[in-house]
């Protein structure tokens, strides 16, 4: 049962309708919804199905997925409690055995990085687009803590919406100090999915699913 504080899920989906295939979890940024980012499955490989979940907080003509105390700051309360809304969707499309990929962007990608910080193994991979991992919320980001783990990670360097330090400490954790095999990309866009990133995302994804 999903929590009475937070309203029951929300989701698109694109693809396969196995539920033993392969499922990619599209998870959107702050103020926006799942009809947006479910637009990127088409783009990606096939075979797998793909999940654009709505985020659970009301925000902005939008939804979030956190309470916040500054862009890419999450209240440590708030996090830990759509997390647990998560996993509990999760557990009931994706049982033990069904890999699973997290692609998360802006408000998404710090909702993937923590639901990667707090269960490094449960996830085949978990892309952070143009966000910034939940640092400073309770959740663990020592040197090695994603080791074996595989991770995407890519930001603009014209990014004018994440604040630039939490940008550099995601870049610098996930590429040097996690642990995770990552793969990476940096370019000269803003906050905003190229088709550089996109390309680079769905060769990512396809090299997952034929591990």
């Known amino acids: 049962m999903i929590?009475?504080?937070?309203?029951?899920?929300?989701?698109?989906?694109?693809?396969?309708?196995?539920?033993?295939a392969p499922l990619v979890?599209?998870?959107?940024?702050r103020g926006s919804q799942e009809s947006e980012i479910i637009s990127l499955a088409p783009h990606l490989p096939t075979g797998p199905q793909y999940a654009a979940v709505r985020a659970p907080i009301a925000e902005g003509g939008g939804y979030a997925w956190f309470a916040n105390r500054g862009i890419g700051r999450p209240v440590a309360e708030s996090l830990d409690a759509t997390m647990s809304w998560f996993r509990r969707w999760l557990d009931e499309v994706a049982p033990a055995g069904?890999?699973?990929v997290l692609i998360g962007f802006s408000g998404g990608a710090t909702f993937a990085g923590g639901l990667l910080l707090s269960e490094p193994q449960r996830y085949a991979g978990t892309a952070i687009l143009y966000g910034t991992l939940p640092f400073d919320a309770g959740l663990p980001v020592a040197p090695g803590q994603l080791t074996g783990a595989a991770t995407f990670v890519a930001r603009g360097d014209a990014d004018q919406v994440i604040p630039r330090d939490l940008l550099d400490s995601t870049w610098d954790y996930l590429v040097e100090d996690s642990g995770a095999t990552t793969t990476s990309r940096r370019g000269p866009e803003g906050h905003g999915l190229s088709i550089e990133t996109l390309r680079e995302l769905s060769t990512w994804v396809e090299g997952l699913l034929r591990d």
């Open 3 to 20: 929590s009475s504080a937070l309203p029951g899920p929300v989701v698109a989906t694109y693809g396969s309708n196995d539920p033993s």
């Open 98 to 100: 069904r890999p699973v």
């Open 25 to 29: 979890v599209l998870l959107h940024g």
